[in-house]
């Protein structure tokens, strides 16, 4: 069982730790009160999609002996407008570099990720919409 224990600092100002003593620091938003000083908590949700997502991805891509030199992977959510501004729409782009980078594998290695193995993805499916694209650049 995973376990973070999230200290509040100061104002909206709070650090969660977990059993290794990782630390983060969240804040609230200098327009909510906050100082701005760390993510804002909604903020990590989309943080948790990429790492754990992109974790897969690589692993996989490793596995199919594909010559990774770059995974950049870029999370934009949408939320509602009204409390509690649960997100409605995600989208995740997966940008990798390479040499001799086969679409295939990166599209099946995705693909496996959202569909078997990246937990985040799996409790978010219910209730957001997550959608995906990819950019391959090879290089020389």
């Known amino acids: 069982m995973a376990e973070i224990r999230t200290k509040w600092v100061d104002n909206l100002q709070f650090i969660a ?3 290794e003593n990782h630390s983060l620091v ?3 938003s200098l327009e909510a009160g906050g100082q701005g000083t760390g993510f804002r908590p909604a903020q990590l949700l989309l943080v ?3 790492g ?4 897969d991805v690589i692993s996989i891509l490793r596995k199919k002996r594909q010559q990774v030199t770059s995974l950049e992977l870029v999370v934009s959510g949408e939320q509602a407008v009204e409390p509690p501004w649960a997100y409605q ?3 995740v782009e997966y940008i990798i570099k390479g040499k001799n980078i086969d679409e ?3 599209k099946r290695a995705i693909e496996l990720s959202e569909a078997k193995y990246c937990s985040v993805k799996a409790t978010l499916e219910e209730r957001v919409n997550v959608s995906s694209s990819y950019r391959v650049e090879n290089e020389l």
């Open 104 to 106: 295939a594998a990166v």
């Open 17 to 19: 730790i977990d059993a």
């Open 52 to 55: 754990c997502t992109g974790m």
């Open 48 to 50: 948790g999609l990429a």
């Open 26 to 28: 969240m804040d609230g």
């Open 89 to 91: 729409n995600i989208s």
